[in-house]
């Protein structure tokens, strides 16, 4: 009897330094991802939005009756926050790809797509959907070679959404709409962690593991710019980025 007693007292506390080991290198591992935060500025005056023609789709101009809709390919908020700007690893990283279980989502919506710009990872899961009561017809354009292959779908009023992925990394596909020449938007297929710019043209960048890279900043009219920056073990790094107005 005695022998047992000692038995499951040695067992037991086996069983609790397992446990701690665990939940200590658990800490380690959360701790041990870092992000990069910045802005995205604009400077000079940005270029005169031009309004979109939509009068010949009804259920199109009727979305936008109280206020026409506009180009999107710089847009920028009064303080010169610069918006859908896609923030990527380009050099340094050698982890697997962030594929996110949600995947992200390119809706049709009031005959525009929403978000202009989607950033996704290589292999991450992307839903199309649409939610006028029109029919649209998505159609992306990678480059000839990239490795992503290109289609064109019609998603009626009503039609369940899709999900594709991109098996290549391809900074950016456009996107345009066969049935509605105006609808114009970009994928951005990256490998890593990435970040798109909001309305303020503040990004950010997650789970970063601690390393020193090269940091792309990619914006569709006025190309690209690059950082160098070195993440530390849970403290963020930063890198800002200004755009030239052309």
Known sequence: MRTWCKLAAMLTALLLVVVALFSTSSNVSAAGEGKITGTVKLNGTPPHAKTIDMSKDPVCQKAHASEPAKVESVVASPNGGLQNVVIYISEGYSGAATVSTNPVTIDQHGCMYVPHVVALDVNEPMKVTNSDQTTHNIHPLPAPGSGNQGWNKSQPPGSPPFEVTW??????????????????GFIAVVKGPYGTSDNSGSYTVDNVPPGNYTLTAWQEELGTQTAKVTVAAGKPATADFTFKAK
């Open 167 to 184: 098996k290549a990394q391809e900074v950016a596909i456009p996107v345009k709409c066969n049935i509605h020449p105006w609808m114009h």
